[in-house]
């Protein structure tokens, strides 16, 4: 990995409609996103009109923007749709109540931070970083990897399309300012670009 230099950060800029670059980072942080664990988990989230992944290690984007990622047997990442802003995983989260099932919230807003990296060098971008291939023939779209990266623990889901790259990433969130410099220096080499949240909108 190439070493972090503080010089190389990329300023935010205005999104454009209709611009295209190679490599985009906008950081979710303040997005909600909550998890799920245990037997009845499935059913539960089922229940509450989720489409769950067939096995671990997928994920699923939902009609309304937000993505469900099985990260185990028994264990579910919600991440919340820009669409409302994660109002609905919010709700979900704060309706959640202990009974005898065995379904336990996992609450992540304060646990994990969240970075979306977009654009057609978004594989070569983490390949600086991390030592498990991202490229789309080996990681296609649906498909969740827990690795490391930079030294630390990620979790990287592909929720993008052939046309459209994007990998949402989640990691410790205490870790945030050097993992998001991390990336920077390294997209660096493919002129990448930092957008503020509301250029999503």
């Excluded at 800029?13 to 996103?33: D, H, K, M």
């Excluded at 998890?35 to 992944?53: D, E, K």
Aim: glycine content about 6%; hydrophobic content about 45%.
């Amino acid at each position: 990995m190439s070493s972090l230099n503080t010089e190389s950060y990329i300023e935010p800029i205005p999104f454009q409609l209709g611009a295209s670059y190679p490599c985009v980072l906008v950081e979710l942080t303040e997005v909600p996103r909550v998890g799920f664990r245990g037997q009845q988990s499935a059913a539960y989230l089922q229940a509450r009109g989720f489409t769950l992944p067939d096995a671990p290690n997928q994920a699923v984007t939902q009609a309304d923007g937000s993505h469900v990622a099985r990260l185990s047997q028994t264990e579910y990442l919600i991440l919340g749709s820009l669409a409302d802003r994660g109002e609905r995983i919010a709700d979900e989260e704060a309706r959640w109540e202990l009974d005898h099932s065995a379904n336990y919230l996992l609450p992540r807003e304060d646990s994990h931070a969240w970075l979306q990296l977009s654009g057609i060098c978004i594989a070569d971008v983490m390949a600086k970083l991390c030592g498990v291939d991202l490229r789309a023939a080996a990681f296609p779209p649906g498909a969740v990897a827990q690795t490391s990266a930079a030294r630390i623990n990620v979790i990287v889901i592909n929720v993008g399309s052939k046309g459209q790259p994007a990998f949402q990433i989640l990691f410790d969130r205490a870790s945030l300012a050097y993992f998001k410099d991390a990336v920077l220096d390294a997209m660096a080499e493919f002129d990448g670009q930092v957008l503020g949240i509301e250029a999503l909108d």
